[in-house]
């Protein structure tokens, strides 16, 4: 079966900077470069004509900045990844541009050793930045990990689907680890909601998994082992990204909350912490559902407060 190429858009103002790009693309058959502009204000039409996969994108820019370039982009061609190539390098530049939504930042003196691994990078979901920018402090600007508690069962289905719903109407990937009865509740309230998730189940692009196998695979004497979990997560990850020409993927899923319920508060913060640690790594939207029935002792209340703030 043939693999989709990437549609990758280039824009540089300098000629053979541009070609050097397009020529180390092209070493690698699966990307196809669909355009290649030198000006700000023609990449957002481009941009908007084209609709790529990814756009390579300078940030000092004539007639637009890449900056805003990038701004506008974000709104006419919202499913488009953006990768910035630029010979500036400092914390303030390279926050600004990440902070409007870009998933890599390349310093153009790297190109030559550093652009194949961006694009490979931005492709499977992880965020990119140059090796000499990448100790700067930067804040993280990884997509949201969030925490809902729900008071019954009703309640975390509805608040489950809302989630997923919103990831698969928006053209991305979902992954959901859930116990059985959960994921039954789910596809029948997605399904009630109007959401086609047989359709999605079979493209791949909705990706239920049991959270009690999960946990199994990635727990060692009742603590979570962060080699495993990351190669796990990462592996479904990779999977779902593929199945969306966005790539983007929101994960949803219970762990936290089963290790929480079987008297392993230090667990479920771990789960936590490494949960945190993902939404780093990759450009995705984490929620983690947990019981409040769970959290119904005086001595629990310190546990869920840790819970919160991770």
């Not at 204000?41 to 900056?67: F, R, W």
């Not at 961006?118 to 090796?131: D, H, I, K, P, T």
């Not at 997605?190 to 959270?211: C, F, M, N, Q």
């Not at 995705?284 to 769970?294: P, Q, V, W």
Request: with cysteine; aromatic share 8%; proline share 3%.
């Amino acid at each position: 079966m043939e693999t989709s190429k990437v549609r990758i858009l280039v824009v540089d103002d300098y000629e053979p900077f541009r070609q050097f790009i397009c020529s180390t693309l092209r070493k690698r058959p699966e990307l196809d470069i669909v355009g290649e502009v030198s000006d700000g204000l023609e990449a957002v039409y481009k941009a908007e004509e084209l609709q790529p996969d990814l756009i390579v994108l300078d940030v000092g820019l004539p007639s637009l900045n890449g900056i805003e370039a990038g701004r506008r982009i974000r709104k006419v061609s919202p499913k488009s990844k953006i990768l910035f190539v630029s010979q500036e390098s400092s914390a303030d530049v390279v926050q600004e541009a990440l902070s409007l939504g870009a998933q890599a930042y390349l310093v153009k003196a790297h190109a030559g050793n550093e652009l194949l691994a961006a694009v490979e990078a931005v492709c499977q979901g992880r965020r990119f930045l140059s090796s000499s920018i990448a100790g700067q402090g930067l804040r993280n600007t990884a997509r949201n990990h969030d925490v809902e508690f729900y008071p019954d069962d009703a309640a975390f289905v509805v608040g489950f689907a809302r989630f997923i719903k919103v990831g698969l109407e928006t053209g991305g990937a979902v992954i959901a680890v859930t116990t059985d009865s959960h994921q039954k509740g789910l596809l029948q309230k997605l399904r009630e909601d109007g959401v086609d998730i047989d359709a999605a189940i079979k493209a791949g692009t909705y990706l239920p998994s049991d959270v009690a196998n999960t946990l199994s695979a990635f727990m060692v004497n009742d603590v979570p082992d962060p080699v495993r979990f990351f190669e796990i997560a990462g592996d479904l990850i990779a999977t779902a990204a593929r199945t969306t020409s966005s790539g983007h993927v929101a994960l949803c899923g219970e762990c936290g909350s089963i290790l929480w319920a079987q008297g392993n508060a230090d667990a479920a913060i771990q789960t936590e912490q490494l949960c945190n640690q993902l939404a780093k790594q990759y450009d995705i939207e984490i929620l983690c559902g947990f019981s409040l029935s769970s959290f119904y002792r005086e001595e629990d209340k310190q546990v869920f407060e840790k819970i919160c703030r991770e």
